[in-house]
């Protein structure tokens, strides 16, 4: 690799949150030069009338997807569906492609049907796929010519869960885990439920049972126990804050849990445990993490019942979706893993 | 009137804000009893699944407004334009009509048409409107068949002005007015604008110049001086927080503001001037005034350059809309003139 | 019952929240005569000051607890652990107290030692106090002279368990809880969590295990079963959502859920069962109940896992401390039971 | 200067706001090391205690300012009023010193004097002091040892009216500005006002007349004119959104504006002119600016009238202070000026 290398990304969808996302996250990325960015509605209009935080930041226009040219790296940010069924128009155009969608994350077809209400359009292709998490897949990223980037809800639980799980410190309980989700989750399309007079001081129960997420968080986490996940809808734009419910074998304390994240994260350079003993910020709280790839992990213990109580927090857009992408393709690559996902966050914010 | 008068009332397009907050105000009335609500999209659907805090509070169903049976007063919460237009269809239906939307608040067909862009449908029936603003308008209301609820944005900006122009406490140079609106102003419609993600941080100017309220505002007031509006949304739902910035004479002081207030409001109920010299509820704040009817005044002076900033608050749905609707029909039927309307507001809110 | 009789009221501690909402709710009480309010720190202030949503609503001002008269009933809303130690103060100047904090809920001293940490001060008393439930109490509350309000959170846990495990239609097995709740449950007090820009933004656990209010949660319900609380503060003011995840018998369906609400609630003036199959007000949801004295319950099922996801939600200053204690006060002096408790909520709000 | 250069920078004070944005931006800037960070209350606590964003961004630890080694920058984050009381404490330590207070801003003793309500301490160090706007002071910033950061408010004021004033775009007739403002311009200490219940719903005018930035403004702009501020307090936690109504000569239009800000700014990194036809990010908007450095100007025209409404939207800690002072470093070391300051802004946020 060279130190000035620079990959051509094309941005397919790129007018809802998750497409812009990428796109500001990739215009400060040292080693991808975005040259095509796809609207069918704003084809012909200035990206930064959409994205208006990109002001000043690129000339770039949207074109119609049919008028794709070459790159190195394509994004679909297309909604969840059409990625599949179109996925032939975009094989030839790049060596490397990255799904934001949640098309190609389940590898087995059947649990996509389960999932998903239809059979998948090309079953055959989903084991070519590495499941975006760089903190479990690692080795499989780099290289990788298919990437499918995790869902947000599912990586909050997937990253609070997956080493406890692996080093056998939960009881294979149910476990019941609650996602507090920011308005941005739902997308940049306008709704009666996103109307501002309906939805600011709203705290709306939108999927208590059944998530989608479900089958995702399963495949990707070892062992087998029942995991249940509810999602609320909360006034804020971004962010998901899960609490996790889960059950510890007699004998057990904190100092298993730390001693488990600390072997699988401690080299993670997203992964941070809060745990304070004192102060406000005693615990992961997506507020202060807007615009960066963290994921906040924290936890407390009932020894008198035997639960758990993990925390995670993310920013839905960039660690739940757009930063989870640059980092696996930082991986791929070879580049530092940190590259353009710098951003600390605000305190206050 | 016997104390157990009921009038019936009929709402015409009211799975809106403005109906539905009618209703809301009308259920508690002892002396309304609503018997239609009319609505196109939702005909045949209960109206408590429209507006969901009136669950358990009432049985009634939407009907398509061709069904309107008789009524003692029709209450039109309708999209501006369409109340003049359809006017013809309500006049023999009741005896009282109440007109919530701007088609029948400006006396000057040529004002209209230049406020509004288009020729006002039926000009000669102007005069017969009321402007319903119960404390510049009180006797004429009284026995008043038809009232043209004034405009919300219009009522914060009179009500801080009239009595200060009236009794000559400014001078007649520029007054210069700003309104902090919630979104709720802007109705029940879901919008690219109202996106939650939009709009829930948003501070944004939506009409820095020509606002259509001030031929409103400048019909009502005494004097010939130059008004200018400016609209801000904020990210509360309801509520309007107006500063105006004025001119008084030399030698004017804070006790000039006060008796001007004082001579002409001291017997107004829902007028409260608010100005306390500690503490943090020191001038009025739309926070405390959500589903009140009050009028929250309040000033403050800049003795050096002769500035004098009023304040004016108000809940846009109630004093802005509905509740002046209400208080208007109170002084129309002789009833006490804050039945209905007593909520007092919550604190904290 | 005179249909004019009216009760001498005396607020002790009036500056706070609980106070504050009782007082605002009785000043509109055909029944209550409010003529004292004590707050050491305001003493010869109005009270309108400290609550200024009151402003022209009384001319009341607080004085001391010292200077304390008779009343017909008194009202504590002291800082918890106050009540109980003051309680003597108290006793000769009212036939009737209620206190809104939690030294009186529990009737065990070992359970109340366990859980506030310290030895009751008068452990003998607690068999006096009646627990100030309506729904689970309401023959306890007739006539009775020392009531002992539920505890927010308990109240929005106990009414969506109560009728399931009352008639059986839960599992004996853990049942997890979480409270979202708004930030004026921590009362009136400015400290660093409250501080606005920490605050504003924040979704934070503030207690994931050992929540206090599980000892009178465990106290009301019946059964034997494990019962989890965790409780996260939200950026709303007021409201609790508190989701319950519990386990159904095989075979049991929404039906079996619906007929226990029913059989037990049905008479409820202030229970709602809110479950609607489409829209976007389809479960409880706080935002409707500000200032209002409802519960709101719903829930959906996992037939696959056997979960039920049961949801409620309330105001904590309304359903939760002060519109209890009235609701508990119109059952004790036999009035109408919603006498006080109109106010059906606004939307959009 | 080497590519590599260095600075060892001190912040005094760096528990708040102001500290804490400095810090942050620091953290990310190739040419500074923060060395040291003081703080009375916190000595001894990792900064990442009191400022949780830089948790894994720093091992720094608060000493006293007592404790102060030297450094080539000193950062003051005072209070009003300490750092030039306390100036003497830091001179000797480090060759710059840059103030974010209000303590050097004003060069007339006198206009101090009657601002702040006190003599200044070191009327004669006052000349030394270069004001930190780098729009206006770019050449008086290159290679200055002292710095007076521009207030937030002031900042907003003077970028939109300066180029305007400067070519004669304006008549001098009275100006009158209003300014939106975040909780987090009052602070990081909480207090009644800031208190999450009564702070969260509120539009709050806090200083309608006599704001004490007036004064800065007034020093910095050219001409004679009346400067009238109004200060209101808004739900936000960071952001200024100034509204600045002005007054045009006869046959001025749009383009005279537009030319104006051209002529002064087209070299600017951080100003962009936000106008735009139509869509729902038509003007500026603070929603869009938090982290940034960012001053979007935009403006609309009443021809009728003569009135100009200019608009300029900031984030208060960056712009409106520490990015304005990482700013006047870049242009006062020969660095970059963008260094440091490349955060795009977040949308949605």
């Not at 009881?171 to 399309?189: C, E, F, H, Q, R």
Request: with cysteine; glycine share 10%; hydrophobic share 40%.
């Amino acid at each position: 690799m060279s130190l000035h290398e620079q990959k051509r990304v094309a941005i397919v969808g790129g007018s809802g949150y998750a497409g812009g996302e990428f796109l500001r996250l990739a215009l400060g990325h040292p080693h991808l030069n975005v040259t095509q960015v796809t609207s069918e509605r704003h084809a012909g209009t200035p990206v930064s009338l959409v994205h208006p935080n990109l002001r000043g930041r690129t000339t770039l226009k949207f074109r119609k997807a049919a008028e794709l040219d070459e790159a190195d790296i394509i994004v679909l940010a297309l909604p969840h569906g059409h990625a599949a069924k179109r996925i032939g128009e975009f094989e030839g155009k790049a060596r490397v492609i990255v799904d934001l969608s949640a098309d190609f994350r389940l590898k087995d077809p059947e649990v996509y049907q389960a999932t998903y209400g239809e059979a998948h359009p090309t079953p055959d292709a989903l084991g070519n796929w590495v499941y975006g998490n760089p903190e479990l897949h690692r080795e499989d990223l780099r290289g990788a010519a298919r990437i499918a980037c995790a869902g947000c809800f599912a990586t909050s639980v997937i990253l609070a869960l997956y080493p406890l799980l692996k080093l056998g410190v939960l009881l294979p309980k149910d476990i019941i885990a609650t996602g507090l989700v920011g308005s941005s989750a739902a997308g940049a399309s306008a709704t009666d439920g996103s109307h501002h007079p309906e939805r600011a001081g709203s705290l709306r129960v939108y999927k208590p049972v059944g998530h989608r997420h479900t089958a995702e968080a399963q495949q990707e986490l070892p062992g087998h126990f029942p995991l249940h996940l509810t999602a609320i809808s909360t006034p804020r734009v971004r962010g998901i804050l899960t609490t996790a419910h889960a059950w510890i074998p007699d004998g057990y304390s904190d100092r298993d849990v730390w001693s488990a994240y600390r072997e699988v994260y401690s080299q993670e350079p997203f992964i941070r445990i809060v745990k304070v003993a004192k102060g406000i910020h005693r615990y992961p709280d997506p507020m202060l993490l807007d615009g960066t790839n963290y994921c906040d992990l924290g936890f407390e213990m009932d020894l008198d019942t035997g639960r758990v109580v993990l925390m995670s927090a993310i920013d839905n857009l960039v660690k739940g979706t757009a930063g989870h992408a640059i980092q696996s393709l930082n991986i791929a690559f070879d580049w530092p893993e940190t590259a353009g996902l710098e951003f600390a966050g605000l305190h206050p914010a």
